[in-house]
Nanobody, 118 residues
C-alpha cells in the first residue's frame, strides 16, 4: 500500500551536515505522521524525530542539531542534520504511520547509511 524510499545518506566529517529525504508513495490517509529512526550495530533501533501535520518531536541527543520537515504536496519528509557527531553513525530509516477508524498501520523504508568519520 505504501512505499518509502530514503536517500541522502553518505559519509560526512564530524561537524558536517547532511540532509536525508524520504519519498512516500501509495494510498496515504490524510492524518498521518512520519518519522526518522536509526540503528547502529549492536544497538536497538531508536526514534530520532517525528512530524505530524502540526508538531515535531526529537530525541534529546539531536535537539538543536537536527530538523525534521515535510512537504505534503510531494509526500516527502526530510531530516536536516547539522553538527554531526561520530555517534550519529547509523542506518537511518524513514517511517510512516496512518490509519482510520481506530486502526493504525506502520510502514518502513529500507534505510540509508549515515557515517560520520574523519
Amino acid at each position: 500500500q505504501v512505499q518509502l524510499v530514503e536517500s541522502g545518506g553518505g559519509l560526512v566529517q564530524p561537524g558536517g551536515s547532511l540532509r536525508l529525504s524520504c519519498a512516500a508513495s501509495g494510498t496515504i490517509f490524510s492524518n498521518y505522521a512520519m518519522g526518522w529512526y536509526r540503528q547502529a550495530p549492536g544497538k536497538q533501533r531508536e526514534l530520532v524525530a517525528t512530524i505530524t501535520s502540526g508538531s515535531t518531536k526529537y530525541r534529546e541527543s539531536v535537539k538543536g542539531r537536527f530538523t525534521i520537515s515535510r512537504d505534503n504536496a510531494e509526500k516527502k519528509v526530510y531530516l536536516q542534520m547539522n553538527s554531526l557527531k561520530p555517534e550519529d553513525t547509523a542506518v537511518y530509516f524513514c517511517q510512516l504511520s496512518h490509519g482510520t477508524q481506530g486502526h493504525v498501520f506502520d510502514y518502513w523504508g529500507r534505510g540509508t547509511q549515515v557515517t560520520v568519520s574523519s
